[in-house]
C-alpha cells in the first residue's frame, strides 16, 4: 500500500519532497537480511503542485495503487495490465516524489531522497532504477548524469537531455521509450542521445502510431520490469 512521506531537509538542499512510497508485502515478513530493488518514478508537469494523489495519475504508482485496490475489494482500475501492478508492487520498493514547488526536478534533492531511503529501507543499492515520463523523462537522463555509478539501469519515456554530457553514461543499461508522433517532446530529443551513446547496453522503442502519452503502453509491458530486475549495477 501506498503511504505518504515527507523528505528530510539536510544542509546541502533549498527544500524537500513529499512523496508516495510502496514496500512489498513481504516485505516486513522476509528475513532482515533481504535487500529489496528501488524503482524511483518521477512524474511529468501535469502532476506538479496540488495533492499528491495526483501522482497516482501514470507509472509504477498507478500500478501500486491498482494492485492494492484489487486485493482490498477486487476492483481493477481502467488502462492498467494487472499483471503489470502485481510484478511492481510485489518485487520492488517505489518511491514516487512530487514536485510541489517551481518547475522541475532537482537532481541534488533527489540525491538526497535516496541517502535517505537507503538509511531508512533495506535498500539493494546495487539494484536502483529510475524511470520517468516527459519532465520526469528529461531528469531521468539528468539525474543519471549527476550520478552515472549510482544506478543499475534507467528507463526515461519521451524525455531527452544534454548530448554533451551524456557519454558519461556509456556504461549504463538505458530502455528509452517515445512515440514517434509526439507533438510535446520530438522523438528525436532522446533518439539523439542514444545515437550519441551507441552503446550495446542502450535501447530504443519507438511507438509509430503514438504522441505525446508514450507511458501507458509502456508500463503496460511486463517484460520491461523483467528487465529491469535482471540489471544490476557494475560497481
Known sequence: MLKIFQQKKT?????????????????KYEKTEKYW?????LHG???SHGPIEKVLKHGPPKLVHAYSSSKQDNRSMDNVNMECAQIVAENFITCSPQVDRGYGWNSTILLALLDELEQIYRVDKNKIYVTGISMGGYSTWSLAMAQPTRFAAIMPI????????????????IWNFHGKLDDVIPVEESLSLIKTLNSP????????NLKHDSWTDTYNNPEIYRWLLEQTRNA
Open 158 to 173: 519521451c524525455g531527452g537531455g544534454d548530448r554533451q554530457r551524456v557519454s558519461v553514461l556509456k556504461n549504463l543499461p
Open 37 to 41: 530493488p528501488l524503482l524511483l518514478f
Open 201 to 208: 547496453l542502450c535501447k530504443s522503442t519507438v511507438y509509430p
Open 11 to 27: 544542509s546541502p538542499i533549498p527544500f524537500a519532497h513529499r512523496y508516495l512510497l510502496s514496500v512489498p508485502p513481504s516485505y
Open 45 to 47: 508537469a501535469g502532476e
